[in-house]
Nanobody
Framework: QVQLVESGGGLVQAGGSLRLSCAASGRTFSRYAMAWFRQAPGKEREFVGA????????YYADFVKDRFTISIDNAKNTVYLQMNSLKPEDTAVYYC?????????????????????WGQGTQVTVSS
């Protein structure tokens, strides 16, 4: 079992930046494929991006390409989501998710059902 705790959310003006963190604890001797999802008010939770445990493989939803970057610090058991050029439509609760991986280069899928472990979420609000 792994526990995930997100932080770093807040209020930012359009065009600004935020960096979200997701700290993993518990069975962190295992390797995990990590991902970020988000859920805007009245909308379904959607995939943002994913990263392998090694950090060598990433992929993103089309709507965040070139604006968001996912990275991982294995020594700290922490994954980050750097968000630049934020838009009001990026307003959402952002969730970190994990699935057990037996390969450090495995990057997970883009479905909610791919990930058994979830954080509680952190609110990001982008004002226009």
């Amino acid at each position: 079992q792994v526990q995930l705790v997100e932080s770093g959310g807040g209020l930012v003006q359009a065009g600004g930046s935020l960096r979200l963190s997701c700290a993993a604890s518990g069975r962190t001797f295992s390797r995990y494929a990590m991902a970020w999802f988000r859920q805007a008010p009245g909308k379904e939770r959607e995939f943002v991006g994913a990263i392998s445990w090694s950090g060598g493989s990433t992929y993103y939803a089309d709507f965040v390409k070139d604006r968001f970057t996912i990275s991982i610090d294995n020594a700290k058991n922490t994954v980050y989501l750097q968000m630049n050029s934020l838009k009001p439509e990026d307003t959402a609760v952002y969730y970190c998710a994990a699935e057990t991986s037996y390969s450090t280069d495995y990057v997970g899928g883009n479905k909610i059902s791919d990930y058994p472990y979830w954080g509680q979420g952190t609110q990001v609000t982008v004002s226009s």
